[in-house]
């Protein structure tokens, strides 16, 4: 997905900066960039994370990225924060998001005869830059941003570096967040709030959907109010957030709590292992409220070596992503050998790295491995902010059931196996506790979901469960 940091200061930013993009790593692991604005010049570092942390990469620029002002990225594409000149003047652009009609808006930049664009290695136009070009085909900044915003199809939020200020926009229904920090000397916005409490900053106040802000060591100023309607990504809870984190007020940890009880008071007894464990790490928050709901004891079979293993998705091909995801977990032999184990999982996507530990608990010893998906089928790929790398929607392991079973699937169809009372749900959940080898399954509910969240239902972006934009 990705996430973004910036810091105005009356000093030098370069620490804030260098920690608060740190602390949005678990967002990304392709590139890492930071961008300082200082007496006039433009001040840039990009380096790639997949082998390697962005703080053992970056520690080194931190002495020369010097000045007031400055912005950093995480990100799971293209290099950034990229710097562009245009009649509106130099500029540094990072991003956070997805562009569908990359296409469209190309050729429409060519038929202005205003841009051109250079190729990534994989052929493709960098986003950030097409983002960037957008921005300069009007008449301010601000326009601008509001331009691009409009024009995407997709998501996209964004800070723009200049030589007056940091621009932030959050994205036009505000799928992901930009919350606002202050300190006694300067201002800081990021996509995760916890990012800049050790910092020094206090949270002031999080950003509307579409609103532009314009910070600078001073202070903050409203540029363009924010609009009404919100559809914020709800698997920023389930999975991406950092447990300390807080979207529209509330708690990525204590959400994941609420989940777990409601998974364990549907459950209400229907299976009786000896342990509840999470698959770790996103895993584990529901394995708690779910044991201290039921009674059934907490444990943690396996255990997650990670001090020379980032995250399991790192690499770009599936197979390596699999054999990672393996070599982290190290089994506790005396947690599984003949036990009837319960495994909580942030989700089930294409199954794959879920049957390989299922397996991997068998042959450690266990009885039953009973398994629990703190969120529904995911029934479509998302197309707003990359969560899914699947070039198709059959990669999913929900769809790739459905359409084992049904001639021609149709989004009516496909709506009678998200409801979690339907006989098509029932029989979806028993063919994928089939598929991947599980004693049972049980997927939580999307109005539970919803209710672990606490926010009106009409403000979560719930589309790859349901297909409701």
């Known amino acids: 997905m990705g996430g973004v940091f910036g810091a105005a200061k009356k000093g030098n930013c370069a620490y804030d900066l260098f920690f608060g993009t740190d602390y949005h790593s678990h967002l990304g692991t392709y590139r890492g960039g930071m961008t300082v604005y200082s007496d006039g010049k ?72 205003f841009a051109q664009f250079s190729e990534m290695g994989n052929g493709q136009v960098n986003p950030t830059e097409l983002v960037a070009a957008l921005i300069g085909s009007q008449e301010t900044l601000a326009e601008g941003i509001r331009y691009a915003q409009e024009l995407i199809d997709g998501s996209m939020t964004m800070l723009v570096l200049t030589k007056e200020g ?8 505000g799928r992901t967040s930009l919350v606002l920090g202050e300190t006694e000397d300067g201002y800081c916005v990021a996509s995760e709030s916890f990012s800049f409490l050790n910092l020094g900053y206090h949270d002031v106040r999080e950003l509307g959907p579409a609103e532009i802000v314009l910070i600078t060591p001073e202070g903050i100023e409203q540029i363009l109010p924010p609009k009404q309607e919100m559809k914020i990504c709800a698997f920023l809870w389930t999975y991406y957030g950092y447990p300390t984190t807080y979207y529209e007020g509330v708690n990525v940890e204590q959400m994941r709590y609420e989940s777990g009880r409601l998974l364990a008071s549907r459950d209400k007894g229907s299976v009786q292992p000896d342990s509840v464990a999470g698959v770790p790490d996103s895993g584990t928050a529901y394995a708690i409220g779910y044991a201290n ?57 294409r199954g794959t790295q879920m049957r390989e530990t299922t397996e991997f608990l068998y042959q450690s010893g266990a ?56 006989e098509c749900h029932e029989c979806l959940t028993d063919m994928v506790c089939k598929e991947l080898h599980f004693t049972s399954l049980r997927y ?26």
């Open 42 to 113: 433009f001040l840039r570092a990009i380096h790639g994370i997949q082998n390697s942390p962005f703080r053992t990469k970056f520690e080194r620029d931190v002495e020369d990225l010097t000045g007031p002002m400055g912005i950093g990225s995480i990100s799971d594409t293209a290099p950034q924060p990229l710097t562009v000149r245009s009649h509106l003047g130099t500029y540094a652009v990072a991003t956070v998001g997805r562009i569908n009609n990359t296409d469209e808006i190309i050729g429409r930049c060519f038929s202005n005869h």
């Open 444 to 469: 939580h509910r999307l109005d539970d979901l919803e209710k672990s969240v606490g926010i009106e239902p009409c403000k979560l972006c719930t589309y790859c469960w349901n297909g409701k934009e």
């Open 367 to 422: 009885r039953e491995v009973h398994v629990r998906s703190a969120c529904p089928p995911i029934l479509f790929g998302c197309k707003y902010l990359n969560f899914s790398r699947s070039t198709s929607d059959l990669a999913l392991i929900a769809r790739k059931m459905i359409a084992r079973r049904e001639d021609h699937v149709s989004m009516e169809l496909l709506q009678e196996y998200a409801n979690p009372n339907s």
């Open 293 to 349: 709901c039921s009674g059934i004891p907490f444990a943690r079979p396996f255990i997650k070596y990670t001090p020379t293993w980032p995250r399991s998705f790192m690499p770009q091909k599936q197979d390596l992503r699999n054999l990672i995801a393996h070599m982290k977990l190290i089994p506790v032999e005396g947690l599984i050998k003949g036990k009837k184990l319960l495994m909580i999982d942030d989700s089930i996507v």
């Open 166 to 173: 940091i621009y932030a926009a959050r994205d036009n229904v």
